[in-house]
């Protein structure tokens, strides 16, 4: 009689007493001795012991060090960097930003284990943003260890889109003040992104794969809402500031150190083929919803006003304004810009020669 109550006397034992052990598991806080696939990761995921940034060799987070070679005008908060760009550049930027990741998984642990995976178990900066990107950029049928792998043969066989990488982060950084660090841009700044990505394409193009090339094109389109053509040129230290609606043309070229922002268009006429988008210059500024169309040239310098629509060239350190746009000052003697509008990010200065205006 014994024996056969034995199964129905143990069904209702975990019926009613295993529950509570399950919800203990579940309850605990994860850590290796509970679960044993948490051995691969680094313990202070799941480490309840304090941890700060001044535990790693860049010093605390207020008193992030400096790099010699050379000063740059930029608010005490950010972190400087080198003038010049090389391999020292990239390995200090690196550092500094997986600083900023272990700081924010130890103040936001629901972001630990993104953190991890998207920063701190990477090597260098190119399999990072190798990884972030082929994540972002993936699809069902485009896969993203493909992506992954694409990203990371390309940013590791030319130098110079890793040198422009850094260009970018420290425009950012530097330029935007609602850019609160490094690996902020590096995983959230869309435009930062579709930038990057679009080196890659455009490295892609130059290689005559084309087909790839067009198709990285329209998921970075898909993903980002930022339109370039694969076959732009553009250079080092560009800011797409919100990014959002930015369209730029298959021969449209910008130069280093410009600023763009959400809703500019580079685009052609409409009716002309061969070369026919516009050719920006070095340290130029383009607000926000500005239009600029044709095989124009826009100096270095210069500043073109949000929502202006520009169809002629415009002189160097100059500034356009309107719809259609006009100089600043007069075409006879057009005001000169006293900044690199592209790095100093003024949009207004020009107010007060143009207009009157009162509210």
């Given amino acids: 009689?014994?024996?056969?109550?034995?199964?129905?006397?143990?069904?209702?034992?975990?019926?009613?007493?295993?529950?509570?052990?399950a919800f203990h598991f579940y309850a605990a806080p994860l850590s290796p001795s509970v679960f044993p696939p948490l051995k691969r990761l680094p313990s202070f995921l799941f480490s309840t012991e304090e941890y700060s940034v001044e535990s790693c060799s860049l010093g605390s987070a207020t008193h992030l060090p400096t790099m010699p070679g050379g000063e740059f005008n930029v608010p005490p908060s950010v972190p400087q960097l080198p003038a010049e760009t090389n391999a020292n550049d990239e390995a200090w930027l690196w550092a500094q930003?997986?600083?900023?990741?272990?700081?924010?998984?130890?103040?936001?642990?629901?972001?630990?284990?993104?953190?991890?995976?998207?920063?701190?178990?990477?090597s260098s900066l190119e399999r990072s943003l190798s990884f972030h990107l082929g994540n972002k950029l993936c699809s069902s049928t485009l896969l993203s260890t493909l992506l992954y792998d694409l990203f990371l043969n390309i940013l590791s066989s030319d130098s110079s889109l890793l040198a422009a990488v850094v260009a970018d982060l420290r425009a950012a950084r530097v330029r935007d003040p609602a850019c609160v660090s490094f690996s902020h841009c590096l995983l959230n700044y869309k435009g930062f992104l579709a930038c990057q990505s679009h080196r890659v394409a455009h490295k892609l193009w130059n290689q005559d794969r084309r087909p790839l090339a067009l198709a990285l094109h329209s998921r970075i389109s898909d993903v980002f809402a930022v339109d370039i053509h694969p076959?732009?040129?553009?250079?080092?230290?560009?800011?797409?500031?919100?990014?959002?609606?930015?369209?730029?043309?298959e021969t449209a070229t910008i130069g280093d150190n410009c600023s763009i922002l959400?809703?500019?268009?580079?685009?052609?006429?409409?009716?002309?083929?061969?070369?026919?988008?516009?050719?920006?210059g070095d340290g130029v500024l383009?607000?926000?919803g500005a239009t600029i169309l044709g095989n124009v040239r826009i100096g270095d310098g210069a500043k073109i006003g949000a929502g202006s629509v520009v169809l002629i060239d415009v002189p160097p350190r100059t500034t356009a304004v309107g719809n259609?746009?006009?100089?600043?000052?007069?075409?006879?003697?057009?005001?000169?810009?006293?900044?690199?509008?592209?790095?100093?990010?003024?949009?207004?200065?020009?107010?007060?020669e143009w207009s009157d205006y009162i509210i």
């Fill in 262 to 280: 959400h809703h500019v268009t580079l685009g052609g006429t409409g009716k002309a083929g061969g070369d026919r988008h516009p050719k920006v």
């Fill in 286 to 288: 383009i607000g926000a």
């Fill in 231 to 249: 076959a732009a040129r553009i250079g080092k230290g560009i800011l797409f500031d919100h990014a959002t609606g930015v369209v730029i043309g």
């Fill in 97 to 122: 930003i997986k600083a900023e990741a272990r700081r924010d998984a130890d103040s936001e642990p629901a972001l630990a284990s993104y953190l991890y995976s998207t920063i701190l178990s990477h």
């Fill in 324 to 352: 259609p746009a006009r100089l600043v000052g007069g075409k006879e003697k057009p005001s000169q810009n006293a900044d690199v509008p592209g790095e100093s990010m003024d949009h207004t200065s020009f107010i007060s």
């Fill in 1 to 21: 009689m014994r024996a056969t109550n034995f199964p129905s006397m143990l069904f209702i034992f975990l019926l009613f007493f295993a529950p509570f052990g």
